[in-house]
């Protein structure tokens, strides 16, 4: 009796302990797949205070000189800053201002880069463009952009992706008029010995305002839309094939100054930035995700896996 006693109650711990072993097991494996099927995002409220908290969260203010724009331009970090959205009461908004007299001596011109880790998936961002100065006259061909690259490593190298919006309130590229453009890039090689392939869409008209720019990087597919409505397709050989870093930038074009010494001054806004990894979200997905992010105070998310060791980030063109 005594013996049997024993051996039930070791039995019966025997029994616990296994238990919760597989409990413990089974919790820990399905926080495993949980982590596995989170989605990996990237989401920028640019709710800082002031430009230097930028850095933490991986982004970099250009500083170096280059193409693109007016040779001999300058990058100063002071060309962005972070101030009160007039328009939605607490939130922030992140301002570009590029300016110029028409000399390269007194032209500076604005870019900032986040890390080179993006490749597939959805990429997004709400950006104000302006058609006139915020000071002096205007008419300058002045590029309003947001884009993805990676470094050119040589003069048409293959082994190259950019996909970009690019808005031109004043004309250039051989059109005149307002236009945004999206264009899809398989290689170029930069000046003096410029050859560029790539496959490019434009729409005519202004686009002076608030606008959601969305890229659907998915299944040998590139599709970009403009609040909503799709601008271009691309496929092929243009489909991005190297991890590229997210950008935005405001330069002028070179020659397409006015014939004036006064300086003026443009800018370019953006309110956020968004991008979810092998998936082709909607334009609706995409402010989905963003309103649920603002509704749980989420001003900054980065869960986007880099390659090991990170790749250079270069941010100079």
Known sequence: ??????????????????L????????????????KAAPQLLFDDFSYSNPKKL??????????DGWPGIPGAKWPTQNVSLLPDPERLGNRILR???????????????????????????????????????SGPGGDQIVQSFYTISPL??????????????????????????????????TFSPEPNWVQVNTSNNIEGSRAGWHTLVTQVADGKITYFVDGKVLAEHTGKYYPRVLMSINFNLWFIKD??????????????IDWVFHQAKAALSPDEV???VASMRKKSVS?????????PALESPCNF
């Open 153 to 186: 490593k040589a003069p048409m190298d293959p082994d190259y992706s950019e996909l970009d919006f690019e808005y031109l309130p004043n004309g250039g590229w051989g059109n005149t008029g307002a236009r945004i453009y999206a264009t899809s890039w398989f």
């Open 20 to 35: 919760g072993s597989t409990c413990e097991v089974k919790a820990q494996s399905k926080a495993s797949e949980k982590s």
């Open 1 to 18: 009796m005594h013996k049997t006693f024993y051996l039930s109650v070791a039995s019966t711990i025997l029994a616990i302990t296994f």
């Open 287 to 289: 402010e989905t995700a």
């Open 96 to 134: 570009m201002t590029s300016s110029t007299d028409g000399t390269a001596a007194n032209t500076t011109q604005t870019q900032i880069c986040h890390q080179r880790k993006y490749l597939e998936g959805t990429y997004a961002a709400r950006v104000r463009f302006t058609d006139q100065p915020a």
């Open 300 to 308: 900054f998310k980065d869960n986007v896996a880099a390659p090991t």
């Open 256 to 269: 397409g100054a006015i014939n004036s010494r006064e300086k003026r001054s443009y800018n370019e806004d």
């Open 55 to 64: 850095a933490p969260h991986g982004w970099i203010i250009r500083t170096a």
